[in-house]
């Protein structure tokens, strides 16, 4: 992959980087497991980042929706910290998310996260 790419050429640069997908091989039971584990990454490594991905769609799938990537640079209790180059916003507020399911579209909690899609980044 791309991301395993650009590792493996910082680390032969000198860096020390490692990856961990918490949830490589099964999504996380609930947004509370997704939560506890990215908030974990933060306060254990102190120069880290997280990639995300997830689904937006509020009311329209023909109109609102859009699949993304992001990073995410730090986070609080309430909300997720992004570090991205399109015009996403600058955090996801925790309340407004949920973990993948069938439903395509959900006013309250319009992004969707697909915790099989995340990446936690650390020094080694």
Known sequence: SIL???VKTLNAEGFQIEI???FWKKTANSLGEFK????KHFEINK???A???YEYCKDDPECDYYSHWTTINRTTTKSLYTFDSS???KYIPLSRCRIWDDKQRHKSRPYKIDTTATFF???K
């Open 4 to 6: 395993n790419h650009t």
């Open 20 to 22: 961990y997908r918490p």
């Open 36 to 39: 506890e584990n990215i908030f």
């Open 47 to 49: 120069k880290a980042t």
């Open 51 to 53: 990639i995300i991905g």
């Open 87 to 89: 015009q996403e916003r």
């Open 121 to 123: 980044l650390s020094n």
